[in-house]
């Protein structure tokens, strides 16, 4: 079983930065390094989309709506995949998901999914 562990989420101001980050605690690191991972992120009445991705080869994609804004990086030593957002809006204001894919190459992981971090912005 695929663990993933969010952390950094929390209430910031408008244009203020929070950095999400997700664990694998139970990952051996060759596997994690082979993994597409991402996130997503769903505001209530909304469908889940979409945030940021980043292959096994560390190729980023960014929904329209974040990117110049977000940046998504993986730090395979650690098994850890970050979300570093600025300038951070209200429509931002949602759970973000960390996902996990057994395919290395897709820019929509979406196998292994966490629990969520919540994040408010408030103008």
């Known amino acids: 079983q695929v663990q993933l562990v969010e952390s950094g989420g929390g209430r910031v101001q408008v244009g203020g930065s929070l950095r999400l980050s997700c664990k694998t605690p139970?990952?051996?690191?060759?596997?994690?390094?082979?993994?597409?991972m991402g996130w997503y992120r769903q505001a209530p009445g909304d469908d889940r989309e979409l945030v940021a991705a980043?292959?096994?080869?560390?190729?980023?994609n960014y929904a329209d709506s974040v990117k110049g804004r977000f940046t998504i990086s993986r730090d395979n030593s650690k098994k850890v995949v970050y979300l570093q957002m600025n300038n951070l809006q209200p429509e931002d204001t949602a759970t973000y998901y960390c996902?996990?894919?057994?395919?290395?190459?897709?820019?929509?992981?979406?196998?292994?999914w966490g629990q969520g971090t919540q994040v408010t912005v408030s103008s």
């Open positions: 996902a996990a894919d057994l395919d290395g190459t897709t820019s929509e992981p979406n196998d292994y």
């Open positions: 139970r990952a051996i690191t060759s596997v994690f390094r082979s993994r597409s």
């Open positions: 980043i292959t096994s080869g560390g190729a980023p």
